[in-house]
């Protein structure tokens, strides 16, 4: 249930506004309740009424609110977001209001207006001549541009937990290793076909363990079968990956044997030699010399991917971004649609990922470390929910749950 | 009583139809094909003049009129005027938005103190806002916001009833209500919701309710000068009957080009 207070002034008893704002209310669904009113004493003197008004959901309050405006019956907190101008270019105004991942409504020029691309720690940049506002990391400001300030006039919808598909009421947000966990993949691969079926978008997030442990073809299965849309990874997930495709190996570990293989170390150079020498992945893909593997898979099915740097990269690959704020921004570009978030053995790029998720993308993080998952929970992504467990063992669960 | 009514001979502001047209749609009586014939519209203006002066001793004073803004011969939607106050309108279309400075100016020089709304309300003056004895009844949805009533009540400190209107044809409330005095009204009742229904049935104790047939020839637009009333032509004998068996003595007029702007003899006036 949403509610919202309102009032309601004038010769509002005689008019009988009143009781047509209360019928409105009953006739809308909605219930209300009369928080105090004060009828005046002669017939010249107004009268004011504050009633709560609860219905089901966000937009038939919405609906109930637009009908009794007509009637002159206004929320109490009828303030519009205050805006300052940006002083500089990637510097907020100081008193600029900090985001939380939540749905994020603004009241600007009398309507409620939601913040398109809601992501936490950013600024809330509104255009005056539109009221489209939009959710604005501090480095992306443009001097001049018309910065929320303050709290007034901002709402933030807390996410209900009832609503949350049942996978998630399953699991609960507590991480424990102790979970029965084919149970727990089964329903998340019911999670993931309704997903599907909705036409909403999964986005992966893979670390190189996913390589290192073998379970890289669970993961191009899961690719081929349409089950990623999006992949978000590192440097060290695309090179390993490459490297296994080209040479059998990870980290120069013979991924059928378990075997180091001799001068095996250098295979992964070679592989990020190999793909800068074409140019690309891509390229690799399209010339035939990259034939197999999580790339591979996505430069044929078609799914985006995004690669971002680090520090300790070697190479790196061609495709990898490595100013990290065109990193964010690709990232960014990538999350509209997107429902489903499944981290797999990645703390860095799981937490980057969930710094810029809105909260009502369903996050589940595997990693066969708690720490991981609380971490991302601490960092903010509140709604994360983890699965401790081995990489190999979990895709290998996921996708015979999903029969691929 | 409103105040205004105390005065000996009533007084009216009128505007000439020198640059009366049809230029734009913005009810469902004007069609930009129907075009008003400006010759016509200046006799029936004039002889609605000359009925108001000469038989009924109204005095009359002239709102210049001015280009671009056809819709100002239309004074009723000027404002509200109470005593030497007039608490201007605003309008809500952009092209009777034109018409705000022009008569804010004519009142200031009239030696008016003129009243602003809030702006963001919309307040379309006497076509929304008539007195019923001690009671100013308003009429908003098409043209007025409900929450103006509050304000004018503030203003005037007196008892401001907001009703709603329900037929999109009668989009002012002076279109399909008529205080005559303290007890009668002309109203037409479709025009209203039910609650709007209520309220006029409790602020007038004897109302009289007109056909549809009358309604659509603006019969509720109606000017009162003590017992004399003076509407469109064309109303039926039914109605003459009624007026006449409460005293009142109707003084038809011919205003056709004007109803293809959607308004009659009341929109034509506003009482000072």
């Given at each position: 249930m949403v509610a919202e207070i309102v009032q309601v002034q004038g010769h509002i008893i005689d008019s009988l506004i009143l009781p047509k704002v209360l019928d409105e209310i009953m006739d809308l669904n909605g219930t209300f309740e009369i928080l105090d009113i004060a009828i005046g004493k002669r017939k010249t003197d107004t009268s004011r009424a504050r009633l709560r008004i609860e219905a089901a959901s966000q937009r038939a309050l919405a609906l109930i609110l637009k009908r009794l405006s007509r009637l002159g019956?206004?929320?109490?907190?009828?303030q519009d977001v205050h805006l300052v101008r940006a002083p500089k270019d990637g510097v907020f105004p100081a008193a600029f209001y900090s985001t939380t991942n939540l749905p994020t409504e603004i009241r600007f020029r009398g309507r409620w207006r939601s913040v398109a691309r809601i992501e936490m720690d950013c600024g809330i940049v509104v255009d005056p001549t539109t009221g489209h506002a939009r959710c604005t990391p501090v480095a992306s400001i443009g001097k001049g541009d018309w910065v929320v300030c303050g709290s007034g006039g901002i709402k933030v919808t807390p996410l209900e937990r009832a609503r949350q598909a049942e996978v998630f009421q399953f699991m609960g947000s507590a991480v424990s290793s102790e979970k029965p966990k084919a149970q727990l993949i089964q329903r998340l691969a019911r999670e993931l076909g309704a997903m599907r079926r909705a036409g909403k978008k999964i986005l992966v997030v893979a670390g190189p363990a996913v390589v290192h442990t073998g379970s890289g073809p669970y993961l191009e299965r899961l690719i081929k079968a349409g089950f990623v849309h999006v992949l978000f990874a590192g440097n060290g997930l695309a090179t390993h990956d490459i490297e296994s495709a080209l040479f059998g190996t990870s980290l120069g570990v013979r991924l059928d044997r378990g075997e180091a293989a001799k001068d095996g170390h250098d295979h992964h150079m070679r592989a990020i030699n190999t793909i800068r020498s074409l140019g690309g992945i891509r390229q690799a893909v399209r010339r035939g010399v990259l034939k197999r593997g999580v790339m591979h898979a996505c430069v044929a099915r078609g799914v985006p991917f995004v690669l971002c740097g680090s520090?300790?990269?070697?190479?790196?690959?061609?495709?990898?971004?490595?100013d990290v704020l065109k990193a964010q921004e690709a990232m960014r570009q990538r999350l509209p649609g997107v429902g489903l978030a499944l981290m797999i053995a990645t703390t860095l790029h799981a937490i980057a990922t969930g710094n810029i998720l809105p909260a009502t993308v369903k996050t589940v993080c595997v990693d066969i470390n708690p720490a991981v998952v609380t971490k991302l929970a601490d960092r903010g992504t509140f709604q994360g929910i983890g699965i401790v467990s081995d990489t190999e063992s979990f895709l290998r669960e996921l996708t015979r749950a999903l029969h691929l | 009583m409103s105040p205004v009514s105390r005065l000996p001979s009533p007084a009216f502001l009128m505007c000439q139809p020198t640059h009366y047209a049809i230029a734009y749609e913005i009810n469902p009586w004007m069609s930009l094909k129907r075009q008003a014939h400006p010759a016509t519209a200046r006799a029936q203006w004039a002889a609605l003049h000359r009925l108001l002066t000469r038989t009924l001793g109204a005095r009359i004073r002239l709102l210049p009129a001015k280009p671009g803004v056809p819709d100002l011969v239309f004074t009723a939607n000027a404002g509200l005027v109470h005593g030497r106050t007039l608490i201007r309108s605003n309008f809500r279309y952009p092209q009777r938005q034109q018409e705000e400075p022009i008569i804010e100016r004519y009142f200031h020089r009239a030696g008016f103190r003129v009243v602003r709304l809030t702006s963001r309300y919309d307040f379309e003056g006497e076509g929304d806002a008539l007195w019923m004895g001690p009671t100013l009844v308003v009429g908003f949805r098409f043209r007025s916001d409900a929450p103006v009533h509050e304000e004018l009540a503030r203003w005037l400190r007196a008892r401001v009833l907001p009703v709603e209107l329900a037929d999109r044809r009668f989009y002012h409330l002076d279109t399909c209500f008529c205080p005559v005095d303290d007890r009668t009204a002309l109203w037409f009742p479709r025009a209203f919701d039910r609650y709007g229904r209520k309220v006029i049935a409790s602020v007038a104790a004897d109302p009289l309710a007109v056909s549809e047939r009358d309604a659509t020839r603006f019969a509720c637009n109606a000017i009162v000068i003590g017992r004399a009333i003076v509407l469109q032509a064309g109303f039926s004998t039914a109605l003459t009957r009624q007026l006449e068996r409460r005293g009142l003595r109707p003084y038809p007029v011919e205003l056709s080009e004007f109803l293809k702007a959607g308004g009659a003899a009341k929109c034509l006036v506003l009482r000072l």
């Amino acid at each position: 249930m949403v509610a919202e207070i309102v009032q309601v002034q004038g010769h509002i008893i005689d008019s009988l506004i009143l009781p047509k704002v209360l019928d409105e209310i009953m006739d809308l669904n909605g219930t209300f309740e009369i928080l105090d009113i004060a009828i005046g004493k002669r017939k010249t003197d107004t009268s004011r009424a504050r009633l709560r008004i609860e219905a089901a959901s966000q937009r038939a309050l919405a609906l109930i609110l637009k009908r009794l405006s007509r009637l002159g019956a206004v929320p109490v907190q009828a303030q519009d977001v205050h805006l300052v101008r940006a002083p500089k270019d990637g510097v907020f105004p100081a008193a600029f209001y900090s985001t939380t991942n939540l749905p994020t409504e603004i009241r600007f020029r009398g309507r409620w207006r939601s913040v398109a691309r809601i992501e936490m720690d950013c600024g809330i940049v509104v255009d005056p001549t539109t009221g489209h506002a939009r959710c604005t990391p501090v480095a992306s400001i443009g001097k001049g541009d018309w910065v929320v300030c303050g709290s007034g006039g901002i709402k933030v919808t807390p996410l209900e937990r009832a609503r949350q598909a049942e996978v998630f009421q399953f699991m609960g947000s507590a991480v424990s290793s102790e979970k029965p966990k084919a149970q727990l993949i089964q329903r998340l691969a019911r999670e993931l076909g309704a997903m599907r079926r909705a036409g909403k978008k999964i986005l992966v997030v893979a670390g190189p363990a996913v390589v290192h442990t073998g379970s890289g073809p669970y993961l191009e299965r899961l690719i081929k079968a349409g089950f990623v849309h999006v992949l978000f990874a590192g440097n060290g997930l695309a090179t390993h990956d490459i490297e296994s495709a080209l040479f059998g190996t990870s980290l120069g570990v013979r991924l059928d044997r378990g075997e180091a293989a001799k001068d095996g170390h250098d295979h992964h150079m070679r592989a990020i030699n190999t793909i800068r020498s074409l140019g690309g992945i891509r390229q690799a893909v399209r010339r035939g010399v990259l034939k197999r593997g999580v790339m591979h898979a996505c430069v044929a099915r078609g799914v985006p991917f995004v690669l971002c740097g680090s520090i300790r990269d070697d190479g790196p690959l061609p495709d990898v971004i490595t100013d990290v704020l065109k990193a964010q921004e690709a990232m960014r570009q990538r999350l509209p649609g997107v429902g489903l978030a499944l981290m797999i053995a990645t703390t860095l790029h799981a937490i980057a990922t969930g710094n810029i998720l809105p909260a009502t993308v369903k996050t589940v993080c595997v990693d066969i470390n708690p720490a991981v998952v609380t971490k991302l929970a601490d960092r903010g992504t509140f709604q994360g929910i983890g699965i401790v467990s081995d990489t190999e063992s979990f895709l290998r669960e996921l996708t015979r749950a999903l029969h691929l | 009583m409103s105040p205004v009514s105390r005065l000996p001979s009533p007084a009216f502001l009128m505007c000439q139809p020198t640059h009366y047209a049809i230029a734009y749609e913005i009810n469902p009586w004007m069609s930009l094909k129907r075009q008003a014939h400006p010759a016509t519209a200046r006799a029936q203006w004039a002889a609605l003049h000359r009925l108001l002066t000469r038989t009924l001793g109204a005095r009359i004073r002239l709102l210049p009129a001015k280009p671009g803004v056809p819709d100002l011969v239309f004074t009723a939607n000027a404002g509200l005027v109470h005593g030497r106050t007039l608490i201007r309108s605003n309008f809500r279309y952009p092209q009777r938005q034109q018409e705000e400075p022009i008569i804010e100016r004519y009142f200031h020089r009239a030696g008016f103190r003129v009243v602003r709304l809030t702006s963001r309300y919309d307040f379309e003056g006497e076509g929304d806002a008539l007195w019923m004895g001690p009671t100013l009844v308003v009429g908003f949805r098409f043209r007025s916001d409900a929450p103006v009533h509050e304000e004018l009540a503030r203003w005037l400190r007196a008892r401001v009833l907001p009703v709603e209107l329900a037929d999109r044809r009668f989009y002012h409330l002076d279109t399909c209500f008529c205080p005559v005095d303290d007890r009668t009204a002309l109203w037409f009742p479709r025009a209203f919701d039910r609650y709007g229904r209520k309220v006029i049935a409790s602020v007038a104790a004897d109302p009289l309710a007109v056909s549809e047939r009358d309604a659509t020839r603006f019969a509720c637009n109606a000017i009162v000068i003590g017992r004399a009333i003076v509407l469109q032509a064309g109303f039926s004998t039914a109605l003459t009957r009624q007026l006449e068996r409460r005293g009142l003595r109707p003084y038809p007029v011919e205003l056709s080009e004007f109803l293809k702007a959607g308004g009659a003899a009341k929109c034509l006036v506003l009482r000072l």
